[in-house]
């Protein structure tokens, strides 16, 4: 299975901080009593998960990914609506490659489940009957280093010898 998640290619070996957007598109609707969806309607959410350090090597999955989306069921969905919060959601990688979200939800009677590039949801809680379907996809992806507490010392000295060099030279003065 191609995931569109895979565009996204990440520094490794340093702590990085990593944000973007996910849409969802309903690609079949297998029960007609879902009101508001229908095919090829779309859906939009954000993630943010911050200091994490990718190896680039084989799938790795990190927790404490924040996200935000809506679909319409009267909810907005955060990572606490997550059945496993705290430890779920969690944000993959394949590779140092964005795989994508991995989330599952119960609200008003329903499921949900985002999965890499997959979304779901099933009525009465059951897997066996889903009703709607749909592919994600992300965009606007950015990835930022996080500064680490091994710089500090380097900047305390080298200001400790600017204040020196200032005040040694007004000595000699």
Known sequence: MAH??????FQTGVPLSISGNFTIKITEELDGD????EVDNTFFGSFFIKN???TGVGFEDFSGVRLSFDLPLGVTFSEQDD?????FPLIGFDDGELFGLNFLAFANNQSLFLSGDQFESFFNLDPTSPFIRGTVTYGDVAANPVPTPAL???LVGLG???CHKRYGHSENA
């Open 4 to 9: 569109s998640a895979q565009a996204a290619s």
């Open 34 to 37: 879902f009101p508001s969806v």
């Open 83 to 87: 059945d496993g919060f705290p430890e």
């Open 52 to 54: 994490i350090t990718l």
């Open 152 to 154: 500090l010392p380097g």
């Open 160 to 162: 400790l010898a600017a």
